[in-house]
Every structure is written in C-alpha cells, then in structure tokens.
C-alpha cells in the first residue's frame, strides 16, 4: 500500500506568509494526488486535484505542484481564514495532515 | 445546490449495528462514484468504503472488510453504509463524499472527493 507523509505536521505563521506544505509518497503516483482544508467541526474541502489542478472556486493563492513521489501545497499569501489543517490524499491514503496556526 | 446530507449516527453498543445513509441533490447522482470518508476524535481522515455508479464495484479499507457494507440506489439518489460488529475503534464522524475517479481499462488512478456532506457521528460505547 502507498504511504504519504506530510512535512511538517504543525506549522506556525503569520499573516501574508508564504507556506508550504511536502507530501512525499512512499512509491511514485505519476499526478494522482489532491489535497484538502479542513477547518475544525467542518467537512474537508478540496482545494487541488492532478497534483496541480485548482478546484472550481479556490483562491489562486493556492496551488499545487510535483509528479511522481514528491509533491508541495504552497498559500503564497496566507489569510486569516486559511489557518487549518491540510491533507494530501491518493486513492484511499490520506496523509496524517499538516496543522497551519497563527504565529 | 449540490448537496449530500448524512443520517443515521448515533450511539451503539460494541458488536452492535447501524446503518447511515446519505442523500444527494443538485447533481446527476448516478453519473459519480461515491465514498465513504471517516474521522476519529482528533484524529485524521480515513477513507473507508467507495462504490462505483451502477453499484457494481466496491472497495473497503481493510479495516472494515467483513463488516461494513456500502450500496447506493440511484432511484432514490441516495448512498448506504450498513455498519455490522461495530467496534470502539469505529467511532469517528462518518462523511460521504462524491468522487471524481480517474479510471480506465478496469483500474483506477485516482479519487478526488470534491463535494461532502457534513458528517454524522458514530459512537461505539457500551
């Protein structure tokens, strides 16, 4: 089975920052993966799908990048309402998610 | 509106059964694979069950293999999660979600799950 681990797993900063977020693979997906925001006692929502695609709707200071095993979410300004956490995700493996707090 | 709503959580003895249940609306549901997404107390996301569109197709994680059961019936634009021997370790918050599946030539390479419902919560205490 693929594993998919996120680095880091909490990460603090502030307003106007530029973030990124790795999820590597334990074995190479080619662009298969997505990623999501989940806020807390909210559903997830899915921000990028094709290693690169933004969803409908998502803000263009998200974006997505890499192929094979190793792949980055970058916020290129961080918002207020971009503190929560971010899963990377193929087929049924999720990564163990990345907690973005304020600094 | 696209829309999923769940139903059907509440609180089960251990070995007990429930059955969830989620309803579509403001899409063509029987155009989409579905799946079945849960979340422990505090804890990540895990995929748990998908099912293809004409039902003919399932998969579970293995953890669940034996126990859960997914269906759906397009009819009624609704998805199913029968949970049979439920054990403490499937409390969790239990979300549907609608699937854009990349598949060809009998295999997929990817699941994005692009709309959810906002969840209902299982608990398995006794």
């Known amino acids: 089975d693929i594993q998919l681990t996120q680095s880091p797993s909490f990460l603090s900063a502030s307003v106007g920052d530029r973030v990124t977020i790795t999820c590597r693979a334990s074995q190479g997906i080619s662009s298969y993966l997505a990623w999501y925001q989940q806020k807390p006692g909210k559903a997830p929502k899915l921000l990028i799908y094709a290693a690169s695609t933004l969803q409908s709707g998502v803000p263009s200071r998200f974006s997505g990048s890499g192929s094979g095993t190793e792949f980055t979410l970058t916020i290129s300004s961080l918002q207020p309402e971009d503190f929560a956490t971010y899963y990377c995700?193929?087929?049924?493996?999720f990564g163990q998610g990345t907690k973005v707090e304020i600094k | 509106e696209v829309q999923l709503v769940e139903s059907g959580g509440g609180l089960v003895q251990p070995g007990g059964s429930l059955r969830l249940s989620c309803a579509a609306s403001?899409?063509?549901?029987?155009?989409?694979?579905m799946s079945w997404v849960r979340q422990a107390p505090g804890k990540g996301l895990e995929w748990v069950a998908n099912?293809?569109?004409?039902?003919?197709?399932?998969y579970y994680v293995d953890s669940v293999k034996g126990r859960f059961t997914i269906s759906r019936d397009n009819a009624k634009n609704s998805l199913y999660l029968q949970m049979n021997s439920l054990r403490a370790e499937d409390t969790a918050v239990y979300y549907c979600?609608?699937?854009?599946?990349?598949?060809?030539?009998?295999?997929?390479?990817?699941?994005?799950?692009?709309?959810w419902g906002q969840g209902t919560m299982v608990t398995v205490s006794s």
């Open positions: 995700q193929q087929l049924g493996t």
């Open positions: 403001g899409f063509t549901f029987s155009s989409y694979w």
């Open positions: 099912i293809k569109q004409d039902g003919s197709e399932k």
């Open positions: 979600a609608r699937v854009i599946a990349d598949c060809s030539g009998g295999s997929c390479y990817s699941w994005a799950f692009d709309i």
